[in-house]
């Protein structure tokens, strides 16, 4: 690998909610609130629909960090999918850690769809904690 590491820049996958933290991110876009081009978004009706092995996978697939933000405790709009992203996520930190990747390579976080300013502090602590830790190499398949 010939990649200059100061000039690494992370790639990050982040997992969200359509309903409050997708609506967060598109009013930080409207209101030109600037944060870190290096997140690729995926929208998803809830976040307690996502299967730990999506997460597995973008890791496995080169992302270097994997963000997944929903609704706020409370305010998930199929009551508890959020809870069950919560617990679901908890688990797969601990199975990260467990097999000898950073837990911290993947971070779960609460924006509701007021909170552009939030969304892109996301961002930026996020990109800064994956830029923290290095490319990610462990899980990485190589063809």
């Given at each position: 690998?010939a ?10 996958v982040a ?8 609506a ?16 690729r ?32 405790p409370?305010?998930?709009h199929y ?7 919560r ?11 467990y097999?000898?990747i950073?837990?911290d390579?993947t971070?779960?976080?609460?924006v ?6 939030r ?14 830790l290095?490319?990610?190499?462990k ?5």
């Open positions: 690998m990649e200059d590491k100061q000039g690494w820049e992370p790639k990050i997992i969200v909610c359509n309903w409050c933290t997708y967060g991110a598109d009013l930080a876009g409207i209101s030109r609130i600037q944060y870190p081009p290096n997140v978004i995926i929208r998803v009706p809830c976040t307690g629909r996502i299967n730990p092995f999506y997460i597995m996978r973008a890791l496995q697939e080169g992302a270097d960090g994997v963000l997944v933000s929903g609704c706020h409370g305010e998930c009551i508890t999918g959020n809870y069950h992203a617990r679901k996520f908890a688990m797969l930190k601990r199975f990260l850690g097999i000898g950073e837990p390579r971070i779960f976080t609460w509701s769809a007021s909170e552009g300013e969304f892109a502090n996301v961002i930026k602590g996020v990109t800064a904690k994956v830029k923290e290095g490319p990610a190499s899980l990485v398949k190589s063809y």
